[in-house]
């Protein structure tokens, strides 16, 4: 993205970037939004970061549909529990039941942004907002620690399969067969799919019409 010219930009045009993305919550403004919107300096000015952050915050105080918007694209991903508690698996290109441990992922990482958004919180990362989130109050205990955990499972899945195909000569992917997994795995899998199911609701009764 750094040799992209269209994000090689001053501030006055990030600042028009954001307001536009939030302005018009439109499916690809919402993926821009939620691609740029955990910027944190790295080098440099850290005023410029922070500066930008505050006009963030200041168009999202006056603009609430987009909150709706945002509680929707949360809801898009659908866990992949059957009857019984089943994992429905889809199938690759080679026949193998697989599941895409990223989608998973971002449903927990959305559901953080989202409330993190909502309650003006300026950590960026996933378990940084959770455990703000919980600390406000917005989490019970129990939440939290489900949450953080399940964040905790799928990654350690993600990188464990990218870097088992990666030893192979492979293309890493995020498609991971359910067989791959132990019975111990698969039932953790279960449970971190029932629970996002369970934030989802929550979603879902904190912004109505999102569902």
């Given at each position: 993205?750094?040799?992209?010219?269209?994000?090689?930009?001053?501030?006055?045009?990030?600042?028009?970037?954001?307001?536009?993305?939030?302005?018009?919550?439109?499916?690809?403004?919402?993926?821009?939004?939620?691609?740029?919107?955990?910027?944190?300096?790295?080098?440099?000015?850290?005023?410029?970061?922070?500066?930008?952050?505050?006009?963030?915050?200041?168009?999202?105080?006056?603009?609430?549909?987009?909150?709706?918007?945002?509680?929707?694209?949360?809801?898009?991903?659908?866990?992949?529990?059957?009857?019984?508690?089943?994992i429905?698996?889809?199938?690759?290109?080679?026949?193998?039941?697989?599941?895409?441990?990223?989608?998973?992922?971002?449903?927990?990482?959305?559901?953080?942004?989202?409330?993190?958004?909502?309650?003006?919180?300026?950590?960026?990362?996933?378990?940084?907002?959770?455990?703000?989130?919980?600390?406000?109050?917005?989490?019970?205990?129990?939440?939290?620690?489900?949450?953080?955990?399940a964040?905790?499972?799928?990654?350690a899945?993600?990188?464990?399969?990218?870097a088992?195909?990666?030893?192979?000569?492979?293309?890493?992917?995020?498609?991971?067969?359910?067989?791959?997994?132990?019975?111990?795995?698969?039932?953790?899998?279960?449970?971190?799919?029932?629970q996002?199911?369970?934030?989802?609701?929550?979603?879902?009764?904190?912004?109505?019409?999102?569902g």
């Amino acid at each position: 993205m750094a040799r992209n010219p269209r994000w090689c930009q001053p501030l006055a045009q990030w600042k028009s970037y954001f307001s536009e993305w939030i302005g018009l919550a439109e499916p690809q403004n919402l993926m821009e939004f939620n691609t740029f919107f955990d910027f944190r300096c790295v080098h440099g000015k850290a005023s410029l970061a922070s500066s930008l952050r505050s006009h963030i915050r200041t168009e999202l105080a006056s603009t609430e549909p987009f909150f709706l918007h945002l509680a929707q694209d949360t809801l898009q991903y659908k866990p992949p529990l059957g009857f019984f508690g089943k994992i429905v698996t889809g199938t690759d290109s080679q026949g193998h039941k697989t599941f895409n441990v990223k989608d998973a992922m971002a449903s927990i990482v959305n559901f953080a942004r989202l409330y993190a958004l909502r309650h003006k919180v300026d950590e960026t990362s996933t378990f940084d907002r959770l455990r703000r989130l919980h600390e406000l109050g917005v989490l019970a205990s129990t939440s939290y620690e489900d949450l953080s955990q399940a964040h905790d499972f799928l990654m350690a899945l993600r990188l464990r399969h990218q870097a088992d195909r990666l030893t192979t000569g492979l293309a890493a992917d995020n498609e991971i067969e359910l067989r791959a997994l132990t019975n111990i795995e698969e039932g953790m899998l279960k449970q971190v799919f029932a629970q996002i199911i369970t934030i989802q609701k929550k979603v879902g009764f904190d912004f109505p019409g999102a569902g």
